[in-house]
């Protein structure tokens, strides 16, 4: 029995649960050596602003227990640039999911019109969640009023599949979800990392030259697994859930929490290929309960 | 822009589960068929736990090829961390994932060429120093005796070596720059510590000669989709992990560098 | 060069700045073969509540990536029990600080009463953020409303040095350290866990029997840091840092960003000895960086 | 209550880090001088990275105590999940921290005994069969040959000895309780899984034999800190790591146990 791995993801037909998350596997030709990008649900590509973007000075990552900060800053090509180079570049039928940032809801909503412009896309990510970027970003995906704002900017700015990215970084993320819904969005995708900071106790400084950043990684997936569960308890949008993931058991677990598909982000920096064995690994654990099609598995935790 | 002919550039990349041949505190050898050809200077990252089932540490580490011998890949380093320790007592047969070869290596020298290598810098030279085919000067210096990672090995190859260490273990007492001399017509390559490299740096500048360095940063991914290994240069920064770890030593901020 | 490693919390003279965690020492006779606890800063017993209160069915606790979950659910003896039991059995130099617990503001303050009334006690740090008991805790913690009627409640039932202990599960840890600072705490300790969920992908149910837990441990260091980054910056109350530590870097570290004192929770699971061999460290740390005090390190971060 | 004279309740303990001897996939011999004297049946948490380096896995694994010879720990497991599995690849001379010794172990039989253990269980009743004076019979079950653990040393003792596993490669076929019986007079001791640990409590009852099983929970602590370790009972919990890991089989909600 070969399990069928197709799942949907706010109108998008995905061939399987797994997304590249964005930021974190690069305009998608850096991955083709190590995915082939047809052989997973899609891909999420980095950020882009519109104008190109210069992010901080390093150092902008660390290691942490089980995890990693990041203060990236959401440096990018520019959603231009993006448009001319990057995404000719890619295999012609990967799913391609753009993901968009600014530092006020105008700005977001320009970069969705360039996007909606073009061929090639399946969807839009808002991006209303990086915990590092100090004007914009985490006052959108902490502040519902603010969140709404910028759906209702977005929202008319494309005719294409708008998911938002969520920021964990909330007393309730079951609100922030309700805001989603309540303007129109899509779906949602969480969680973005969680805002951390790491100190060397040698310098007594900030390990990262921006002092706060992301924390992503294993270390977060029990918190993302908790906030899709609590989003998909308080909505009926489709969820993508984003956190740690790095094997088909927790592929499985943010499914079972509610989650339509996956993404999977800083696994790709610990295993390049880490996607494709995570689909591999779907496949097999339908295979070995039974399971025709892996969107049973959607809400299906049982408790 | 960085020209587009640097080795490596280009070269097929790929991820290869390896086994241990042999580990110990300053080298790993694995077998790894099928890890594709690479160019002096080029690195590989190495995940000490190729299923991710202990994900502490999570990353993996970027290492410096030092050799390649059919399929044997060897890395030399020093125990500084938790990964270069682990990598030092792993067992033979043990699994390690590696993934490249990444970056842009070392253009191989035209004429009179000067290596100079500093503590585990040392680890990037050695292919280059095989490879040149015109006069060649290797200077090495580290720490300590034990931590003149190969010097069996460049001693065995014809160039002119000189040797230096902080205790004097070994060679001569002191840096391995100091009383360094840059010959007319010599290109300098260097790898070390970013103190060594900027006095090399400066040493080329004063005598003209083309300087290419090798830095290091710290790297999540290796081959550009983390963003995380910018060094600075005059015009912005540069990924190390594919528009480096070598790059020319005059376009660096290096003022800005740790 | 002996350091000097004394600190003060809230009033309370601490020997040195390494605790021992609420829940993570029991109620420290435990400790005794591993710790001789007059040599650390102190202990914070186990929660208590007004009457003896029983726990979840198991499974309870779980490991996670760098972490552990747990959902206890408060399980203790009660505060009289503890008074008459527990406090007697406590080597007399010990410095004590009781921690207190209910489902109702009335209903802490009585617990703080009888602490209050009992001798030997150095302070008592109010748990208003308990991450999986359902009824009241997490509430206190989440809301500044609640927050502010609960410390209103216990602020006059004592005399003892008051400590509240902030939940994670927030979107701004300053404006709830605020609270504490106007409604006369004496100071505050953070993190308490982070709401958290494991699912078991062969049985479909969440791995704790409770459903939700708190995430503890190293996993969740960064986010403890930068929250008494943030508490540090927004009030001038002594802090006290809690969350993942387990070395003396890791203490350092905290008290860079302005704590004055630490507790060593989940670590003492993983290493009974983990406190002492902290305390060392510290020692350690400020001769080999000669520091003459330890206090010199509180806020010192260079940002 | 439970009693107080339960063996190893007061006894002493401590934290020793001790030595790997030898470990191999069933088993790990450590050199742990200090570590207090322990009964049969007690156990310790081995925690597999003292220094706290590399904290995934994070916390340490209860395992009994086989055996004690001198200063010899030696441990007996099966590797199921990371823990166990890294328990049994240690090279000699690593680091082990052994809290312990942990939990109440068995009372010695007074009279003739039957000692009932079934695949990983029959490491906590080894050192019972051992110091038992009455007539003694052992029945050891296990899934397959390998994983009856100890079986020479319980081989080399004057007992009665029955064993069966359950793909018939060793002994009889079949489960341990199969066609089990107890003869009058005797006192049952029993650890393996609850499915096994339930069976032989049913037959104990029914022969209305007095019945203690060393049963599992999950566990962080090991000694009465985490409150995580809970078996349910009839009157409400038991903590397992402090008034466990023996318990009398009459008092177990046996319903609710997973
Ligand atoms: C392209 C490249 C090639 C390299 N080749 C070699 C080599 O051939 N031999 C060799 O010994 N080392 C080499 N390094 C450095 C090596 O990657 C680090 O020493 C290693 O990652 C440290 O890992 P750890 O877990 O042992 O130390 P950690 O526990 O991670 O850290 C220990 C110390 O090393 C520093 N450090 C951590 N990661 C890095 C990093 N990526 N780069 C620089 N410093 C770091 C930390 O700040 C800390 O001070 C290379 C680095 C790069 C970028
Ligand atoms: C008092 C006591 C004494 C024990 N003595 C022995 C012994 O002598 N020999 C032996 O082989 N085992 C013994 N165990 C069980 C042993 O502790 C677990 O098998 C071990 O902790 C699993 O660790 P792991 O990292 O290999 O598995 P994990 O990766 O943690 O998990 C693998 C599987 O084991 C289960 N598991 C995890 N931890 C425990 C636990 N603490 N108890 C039960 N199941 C668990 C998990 O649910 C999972 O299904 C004992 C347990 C207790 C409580
Ligand atoms: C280095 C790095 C860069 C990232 N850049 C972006 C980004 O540009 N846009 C975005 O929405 N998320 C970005 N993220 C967040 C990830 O997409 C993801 O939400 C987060 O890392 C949690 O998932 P993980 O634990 O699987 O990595 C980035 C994460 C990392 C580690
Ligand atoms: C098993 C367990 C039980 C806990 N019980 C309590 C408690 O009773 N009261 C309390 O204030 N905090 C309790 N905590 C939270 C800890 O005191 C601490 O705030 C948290 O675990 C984070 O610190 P750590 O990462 O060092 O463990 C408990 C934590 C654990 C793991
Ligand atoms: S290391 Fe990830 S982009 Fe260079
Ligand atoms: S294992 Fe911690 S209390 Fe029993």
Not at chain 2, 25 to 43: S, V
Not at chain 2, 127 to 142: K, M, N, Y
Not at chain 2, 226 to 254: K, S
Request: proline share 8%; with cysteine.
């Amino acid at each position: 029995m070969t399990p069928d791995l197709s799942t949907e993801l706010a109108g998008i037909p995905l061939r399987n649960p797994v997304l590249l998350a964005s930021g974190t596997a690069g305009y998608g030709t850096e991955m083709l050596p190590f995915v082939q990008l047809e052989q997973l649900g899609g891909l999420v590509a980095k950020s882009l602003t519109l104008e190109p973007r210069t992010g901080n000075p390093p150092p902008r990552i660390a290691e942490t227990p089980a995890g990693m900060l990041n203060a990236i800053s959401l440096e990018n090509v520019g959603v231009d640039a993006f448009l001319a180079d990057k995404l000719p570049a890619l295999p012609p039928h990967a799913t391609l999911i753009a993901s968009c940032f600014g530092t006020e809801p105008g700005l977001y909503a320009r970069v969705c019109e360039r996007l909606d412009a073009a061929d090639g896309l399946a969807g839009i990510e808002i991006n209303a969640s990086c915990p590092h970027v100090k004007s914009g970003g985490i006052e959108f995906g902490q502040d519902p009023a603010s969140l709404s704002e910028l759906i209702r900017a977005c929202r008319p700015a494309t005719e294409l599949p708008l998911l938002v990215k969520l920021s964990p970084n909330v007393t309730s993320i079951a609100e922030m979800a309700r805001v989603c819904e309540g303007e129109g969005a899509d779906g949602i995708c969480l969680i973005n990392a969680v805002q951390a900071l790491m100190v060397d106790p040698e310098t007594r400084r900030p390990v990262l030259a921006n002092g706060l950043g992301g924390l992503s990684g294993p270390a977060i997936l029990p918190i993302a697994l908790r906030m899709v569960y609590q989003a998909a308890q308080a909505v009926s949008l489709p969820i993508c859930g984003i956190g740690g993931i790095r094997s088909a058991a927790d592929a499985v677990a943010f499914l079972l929490c509610g989650a339509t598909a996956i993404q999977v982000g800083t696994a790709n920096y610990a295993n390049p290929s880490a996607a494709v064995e995570i689909r591999d690994g779907l496949a097999d654990y339908c295979r070995r309960h039974g399971i025709a099609a892996v969107s049973e598995l959607i809400g299906a935790l049982r408790v | 822009m960085r020209p587009e002919t640097r080795p490596g550039h280009d070269a097929e990349r790929r991820r290869v589960v390896g086994r241990v041949l042999d580990s110990g505190p300053f080298a790993l050898r694995l077998e790894a068929p099928g890890f594709p050809a690479h160019a002096p200077g080029q690195f590989a990252m190495l995940q000490l736990d190729p299923g991710l089932e202990r994900v502490d540490p999570l990353l993996p580490r970027p290492m410096a090829v030092y050799r390649r011998e059919g399929d044997a890949l060897e890395f030399r380093f020093r125990p500084v961390g938790r990964g270069t320790r682990i990598m030092g007592s792993l067992a033979p047969g043990e699994a390690v994932a590696v993934v490249g070869p990444l970056g842009r290596g070392f253009r191989l020298p035209e004429g009179a060429a000067l290596l100079v290598g500093g503590g585990t810098g040392i680890a990037s030279l050695y292919e280059l120093a095989r490879d040149s085919s015109g006069p060649l000067r290797v200077a090495l210096g580290a720490a300590t005796q034990a931590e003149l990672l190969g010097l069996e090995d460049f001693r065995a190859l014809d160039c002119e070596l000189s040797v230096s260490t902080e205790d004097g273990s070994a060679g001569r007492k002191g840096r391995v720059t100091d009383g360094l001399g840059i010959r007319p017509g010599e290109s300098v390559y260097a790898c070390g510590p970013n103190g060594m490299l900027r006095a090399v740096a400066a040493l080329a500048e004063e005598a003209r000669a083309p300087c290419s360095v090798s830095l290091e940063s710290t790297m999540a991914c290796g081959f550009g989709i983390c963003l995380g290994c910018v060094v600075p240069v005059r015009d912005g920064f540069r990924y190390l992990c594919t528009q480096g770890p070598v790059l020319d030593a005059g376009e660096l901020c290096w003022e800005d560098l740790p």
